[in-house]
């Protein structure tokens, strides 16, 4: 079946660690993208790639990274300078040059 | 600075009777709009699209009314089902700029009741 996977679900972190979530898509999508929502809020861009080996910064993209070394793979790192990292993650991807995002079921992280 | 705002928190609504759900934006860059249904603990799931070159978009139960010159949509769902209490986005995404990143609203929790 064809889809985006994010694992995994729900991952718990003590506060100062680096911690990589990861998504894979098998959709044959050039474009990838990481957002993040907190309670009550709508989806924020962290960062979002077209094509491989190339990404760009959303609106909230400090204290994060990503890599795209693969068409399929698009790993988020959230690292210490993050300062508040506990959120819902979640990945997306698309037709590039189409407007519509396909998301995969979300990261739940917990730093503690 | 919220491009795309939704400013109803929360909706409720009889079952079998009509879901409006509102949206407005600020970037006039903006020229496509889309709606996603989003499930707690769940990625959100795409409804419909519309471009700007519309006003109305319909696909079964739902349609999304789009009014450029007062930089506001709004999506009709018809009629209400118990299935449909999710969380409602509203996105919007600027063709001509780089990478069609989409922006993403607040989101209007619809509690639909039996």
């Known amino acids: 079946d064809g889809g985006i996977t994010q694992s995994p679900k729900y991952l718990f972190r003590k506060e100062g660690q680096n911690v990589t979530l990861s998504c894979e898509q098998n959709l044959n999508h050039d474009a990838m993208y990481w957002y993040r929502q907190d309670p009550g809020q709508g989806l924020r861009l962290i960062y979002y790639s077209q094509i491989v080996n190339d990404f760009q910064k959303g609106d909230i993209a400090e204290g994060y990274s990503v890599s795209r070394e693969k068409k399929e793979s698009f790993p988020l790192t959230v690292t210490s300078a993050q300062k508040n990292p506990t959120a819902f993650y979640l990945c997306?991807?698309?037709?590039?040059?189409?407007?519509?995002?396909?998301f995969g079921q979300g990261t739940r992280l917990t730093v503690v | 600075d919220q491009q795309v705002k939704q400013n109803s928190p929360s909706l409720s609504v009889q079952e079998g009777r009509i879901s409006i759900l509102n949206c407005d934006y600020t970037n006039s860059m903006f020229d496509y709009f889309l709606w996603y249904k989003k499930y707690p603990a769940e990625g959100p799931t795409f409804l419909i699209t519309i471009s700007s070159i519309k006003d109305k978009n319909e696909d079964g139960r739902f349609t999304v009314f789009l009014n450029k010159s007062a930089k506001h949509l709004s999506l009709h769902i018809v009629p209400s089902q118990p299935g449909d209490s999710a969380v409602y986005f509203c996105?919007?995404?600027?063709?001509?700029?780089?990478?069609?990143?989409?922006?993403f609203g607040g989101g209007t929790r619809v509690l639909v009741k039996p």
């Open positions: 997306a991807s698309g037709v590039r040059g189409n407007t519509e995002a396909f």
């Open positions: 996105a919007a995404s600027a063709s001509k700029a780089a990478g069609n990143k989409l922006t």
